[in-house]
């Protein structure tokens, strides 16, 4: 070999080794980001960890909290906002009834016709549209105007096909999901606004008044007659079809509940209510807070980057108006770690742009490569093609934050129980016999409604398993979960029907606080 061809053999081995040393340098940075991004997700199963005994202390805190609100107004996150709802449908009811639901991503019609036999609501006809954007950060009268326009439309088509004439003045309830404080079972204020509708000159206006002058501009005849929110209407079709039904919880867009309180519970009013018994109590259980529930810097920022900050806590770790958004930004914080996602993406730093069911579909993709979830990222997210074990992670994360939710609820759920004795706490006297023990424990059911729970299978899986570990084997059983489809707005209907047969639902009025 001649000296050239010495120096060309030496520059080669160099070369070489210098785009070796580089490949190993590439593949152990590349190592180091990976662990990084582990790390991440760990971090994040640590931060969201709900072991039962956790689970417990919230569903302690969930009861504490209960008791506070009904004690004095303002005495705890809770608002336990009173309903004058004193009777839930008995089955009774017989006519044609409309109901109007407004809760978040979209709104429904209903014109629902009751049979007068208990179970048999002989049908109900639909109408679901969503609710323009800018209509959610205009003004009362624009929303409330397109809401009679679409409410007069339904009710010309409804009533064009059907045989039966309306002769009489047609009767509606209204399902209005936001914060109320009612003045009577059909008309109540405007406290705030959530889950993303900001209509400033609406606060602290009568909510049935707003609708009602709406519907008399439109040259409707029909009247507001019922004014609830979802929870209270899925609770109304609960007790509706099984009288064993004594809370219901909403999981949709948002998340709330309400429970079947008896009267000399509700401290903060006793002695004003003009008509005695129960009374149904909105929680407004969104806003509940507790130092023993599981928070991330993922919640910090959401919650200080949301319109509504401290507040809404619980809502925010649960429903699915943020789960999406917590999931958007756990990625987001992997990207700055690995580059594997590409360079990050612009799409990633947009709040709310993947959407709950969207991350519901990569978390429930059973292929084997997991395409979905490839194909999500890529539209959504304009992600490149990532690898297989990219993918898993990102499964893994939209896991964690769904655990963690479905857990939290059945936590809340547990104490709802709790405070009304139906938990099977004070019924079991000792272990040794289990046959008296489940004996003591009545039939419960707590009815259930919303998109997140009745779409999202792992979501209510997680949720069931959790209730059967805080309640334990033994009282589990006795406690039924019952999804009730379109709840909140045939619930309004029901309302609407037993407040035109008494008379008397509207005489508890508004001696209140
Ligand atoms: P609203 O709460 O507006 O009354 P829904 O009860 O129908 O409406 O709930 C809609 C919400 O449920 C959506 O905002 C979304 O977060 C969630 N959702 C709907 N479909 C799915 C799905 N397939 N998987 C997970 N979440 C879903
Ligand atoms: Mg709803």
New binding site residues.
């Given amino acids: 070999m001649g000296k050239v061809g010495v120096k060309l053999a030496v520059g080669c081995a160099v070369a070489a080794c210098v785009v070796a040393s580089v490949m190993v340098g590439r593949r152990v940075r590349r190592k180091r980001a990976w662990r990084r991004v582990v790390k991440v997700l760990e971090e994040l199963e640590e931060g969201c960890a709900t072991p039962v005994a956790r689970l417990r202390q919230v569903v302690d805190a969930m009861a504490v909290e209960m008791h506070a609100g009904l004690v004095s107004e303002g005495g705890s996150k809770l608002k336990m906002l009173l309903t004058f709802v004193h009777n839930l449908p008995s089955g009774s009811e017989e006519g044609t009834y409309y109901s109007l639901?407004l809760?978040?991503?979209?709104f429904?019609i209903l014109r629902v016709q009751l049979g007068g036999q208990r179970s048999a609501i002989i049908g109900h006809d639909v109408d679901r549209q969503p609710i323009p954007q800018h209509l959610m950060t205009g003004t009362s009268e624009e929303l409330f105007d397109f809401i009679a326009s679409s409410l007069k439309d339904f009710v010309e088509r409804e009533e064009n096909v059907s045989e039966h004439s309306q002769s009489e003045r047609r009767e509606l309830g209204f399902t209005f999901?936001f914060p109320v404080k009612q003045t009577s079972s059909s008309s109540g204020i405007l406290i705030k606004w959530t889950?993303g509708f900001v209509i400033e000159d609406m606060v602290g206006s009568d909510v049935s008044e707003c609708l009602q002058q709406a519907i008399s501009r439109k040259g409707l005849d029909m009247r507001v007659n019922a004014l609830i929110n979802?929870t209270v209407g899925t609770l109304a079709l609960g007790h509706y079809h099984d009288e064993d039904t004594v809370a219901a919880v909403?999981?949709?867009?948002?998340t709330n509940a309400c429970y079947l309180e008896r009267a000399d519970a509700i401290i903060k009013c006793q002695g004003l209510l003009t008509t005695p018994g129960d009374m149904v109590v909105n929680m407004e259980w969104g806003n509940f807070w507790s130092s023993h529930l599981p928070r991330t810097s993922y919640d910090i920022d959401l919650d200080a980057d949301s319109p509504n900050p401290n507040d809404q806590g619980f809502e925010k770790m649960i429903?699915?108006?943020y789960?999406?958004d917590i999931v958007r930004r756990v990625i987001l914080r992997m990207s700055e770690e690995l580059d594997v996602f590409g360079p990050v993406s612009s799409k990633l730093q947009v709040p709310f742009i993947l959407?709950?069911?969207l991350?519901?579909?990569m978390h429930e993709d059973d292929t084997p490569d997991l395409r979905e979830v490839a194909q999500i990222l890529r539209e959504t997210l304009e992600f490149p093609d990532i690898p297989q074990n990219v993918r898993k992670l990102v499964v893994r994360v939209c896991d964690v934050v769904t655990r963690r939710a479905a857990r939290l609820a059945a936590a809340g759920i547990v104490g709802i129980l709790k405070k009304i004795g139906r938990d099977g706490s004070g019924g079991i006297a000792s272990g040794k016999n289990e046959g008296a023990s489940r004996s003591k424990m009545r039939r419960t059911v707590v009815a259930v409604?919303?998109?997140?729970y009745?779409?999202?299978t792992l979501?209510r899986e997680y949720l069931n398993e959790a209730m059967t570990q805080i309640l334990g084997e033994e009282i589990a059983p006795s406690v039924i979960v019952k999804v009730m489809e379109d709840g909140?707005g045939i619930g309004a209907a029901l309302l609407a029907a037993a407040a035109a047969s008494h008379s008397t639902s509207s005489v508890d009025t508004v001696q209140i606080l």
Avoid at 250 to 254: E, N, R, S, V, Y
């Fill in positions: 639901d809760g978040g991503t979209n429904r999901s889950k979802d909403i999981i949709g867009t948002g429903s699915g108006m789960l999406g959407r709950t069911p991350m519901a579909a409604e919303g998109g997140l009745t779409n999202y979501f909140s």
